[in-house]
């Protein structure tokens, strides 16, 4: 296990729709995390269209701090959308993201920063334990299985959005998904592009504001139908081939 050198810099991004609850301590805790890990910082928010009160407390943080980057999308361009624009935008040799709804813990990014030593350049978080209503416990965990299997994936949680990756990696693919399956499409293509990876537990939180946008039935049919034409493009092509 071979540590890094120096003060690697890193790029903290969320994306944001309709957290007005949540992104403020998300953003604060983002840049208390980021100063005891590294003086080389960015932090970013990609604001997907949100009709609370989220863009009014963003700006307000950006007059505090300077090293805050605020995107803002005119429209909703879901998911995938959000999390490409803030691959983008990120400029330092680490990235690292998770959701503006505060079901993750961003302070947790200490634990994947110790992990990503140099012979790793992906690290993935795993649920310990799910913390959300029954049924979407259910399509989550089978939405999780599922997507494993199809696109023979090499970490077990895809469905866990708290990953710290190098920016060299992220630059060697193209992500085409304007939906949550932009988690597998992320995944398979850094696998793909020689990604090496290590994962880890970390907690998940009950949703105190706002809502998923995930688990609805227009959002999900969305999801799946690009699932199945990534699995097209990713798995079944390398068949067809051969």
Known sequence: MKRRKGSPSISIFFPCYNDAGSIGKLVEDAFTTARKITPDYEVIVVDDGSTDRSRIILKSLAKKHKKLKLIFHDKNKGYGGALKSGFE???????????????YDVRELSILWLLMTDDVNFVNGIKMSRQDPSYRIFIGNLYSFVA???????????DCDFRLIRRDLIK????TSMSGSICVELVKKCQRAGAKFR????????????????????????????????????????????
């Open 89 to 103: 935008v990120a400029t330092k040799e680490y990235v690292f993201y998770t959701d503006g709804d505060g079901q």
């Open 172 to 175: 060697k693919i193209k992500l």
């Open 148 to 158: 494993r299997w199809m696109f023979i994936l090499p970490t077990y949680d895809v």
């Open 199 to 242: 994962q880890v537990s970390v907690h998940h939180y009950q949703r105190k504001h706002g809502q998923s946008q995930f688990f609805k039935p227009s959002r999900l049919l969305s999801t799946f139908k690009e699932l199945s034409l990534l699995w097209i493009d990713l798995v079944a092509a390398k068949y067809i081939k051969l």
